[in-house]
């Protein structure tokens, strides 16, 4: 019965890693950067509880391959390495950077009454920026596209005020939560790990969205405590 407690232990800390990644997303549809790694961190070390549950587990079943190859497979695999390490960055290092250019994004209407007022009020037709930019760059407070893309480099978030004022929000697609490199002492030296770009064998460049690359890392850790389930009750 030990067995199986440590392997439900497992899936419930990936449920919770779960539910933390669902709220990733919502604070990155809203740009909001220190939250969204708060809970990256939380859903971290939900993974790598797992990895440990699920070790255990193994070995009170007596496979002990099966717990050495899981172990191998975390130090090997670049996504898993970094999902691993990532808990254990540097002082100063940051896991996660706003990335204005891969933002995406899209006005939600709050009140329509208030954007009616605003767009009669000062949107000219005779703009040569299309509707949606001139909305940014009134809630931007920008005159120009070169002073809009500036804005919002320097700040994802608009005008709070200006966006109150037109009855919209802005939200991003979650690749603008992008994945950093960076340093952690490992092995007695500093070590730089890179974002990942290989996982299981299969090349991409997804992992540089931090929802994806959880959820892979949660997806294949659910896939092990699957396996080790159906090897303790098979004959």
Same mark, same amino acid.
């Given at each position: 019965?030990?067995?199986?407690?440590?392997? !439900?232990? @497992?899936?419930?800390?990936?449920?919770?890693?779960? *539910?933390?990644?669902?709220?990733?997303?919502?604070?990155?549809?809203?740009?909001?950067?220190?939250?969204?790694?708060?809970?990256?961190?939380?859903?971290?070390? @939900?993974?790598?509880?797992?990895?440990?549950?699920?070790?255990?587990?193994?070995?009170?079943?007596?496979?002990?391959?099966?717990?050495?190859?899981?172990?191998?497979?975390?130090?090997?695999? #670049? &996504?898993?390495?970094?999902?691993? &390490?990532?808990?254990?960055?540097?002082?100063?290092? *940051?896991?996660?950077?706003?990335? /204005?250019?891969?933002?995406?994004?899209?006005?939600?209407?709050?009140?329509?009454?208030?954007?009616?007022?605003?767009?009669?009020?000062?949107?000219?037709p005779l703009s040569p920026h299309g509707a949606s930019e001139r909305l940014l760059m009134?809630?931007?407070?920008?005159?120009?596209?070169?002073?809009?893309?500036?804005?919002?480099?320097?700040?994802?978030? /608009?005008?709070?005020?200006?966006?109150? @004022?037109?009855?919209?929000?802005?939200?991003?697609? #979650?690749?603008? &939560?992008?994945?950093? !490199?960076?340093?952690?002492?490992?092995?007695?030296?500093?070590?730089?790990?890179?974002? #990942?770009?290989?996982?299981?064998?299969v090349r991409t460049t997804n992992f540089r969205a931090a929802d994806r690359a959880l !959820?892979?890392?949660?997806?294949?850790?659910?896939?092990?405590?699957?396996?080790?389930?159906?090897?303790?009750?098979?004959?």
């Amino acid at each position: 019965m030990q067995q199986q407690a440590h392997i !439900d232990k @497992a899936e419930r800390l990936l449920g919770w890693a779960r *539910t933390w990644l669902d709220e990733l997303r919502g604070h990155g549809r809203h740009a909001r950067v220190k939250d969204a790694e708060r809970v990256l961190f939380a859903a971290l070390g @939900a993974i790598a509880s797992s990895h440990d549950a699920l070790a255990s587990a193994a070995n009170l079943m007596g496979q002990r391959a099966w717990c050495e190859q899981l172990h191998q497979t975390q130090s090997r695999d #670049p &996504l898993l390495r970094y999902l691993w &390490l990532a808990r254990h960055i540097e002082a100063g290092d *940051t896991l996660v950077k706003w990335a /204005p250019e891969r933002a995406n994004p899209a006005t939600e209407v709050v009140d329509a009454a208030k954007l009616r007022h605003i767009t009669s009020r000062f949107f000219s037709p005779l703009s040569p920026h299309g509707a949606s930019e001139r909305l940014l760059m009134y809630a931007h407070g920008a005159a120009t596209r070169q002073e809009l893309m500036h804005k919002q480099s320097a700040s994802a978030l /608009p005008d709070a005020a200006r966006m109150e @004022a037109a009855g919209v929000e802005l939200v991003y697609g #979650p690749e603008a &939560l992008a994945l950093q !490199d960076f340093d952690v002492f490992w092995g007695g030296r500093i070590e730089r790990v890179r974002v #990942p770009e290989v996982h299981l064998g299969v090349r991409t460049t997804n992992f540089r969205a931090a929802d994806r690359a959880l !959820d892979a890392g949660i997806v294949f850790y659910r896939g092990m405590a699957d396996e080790l389930t159906r090897t303790r009750t098979t004959p």
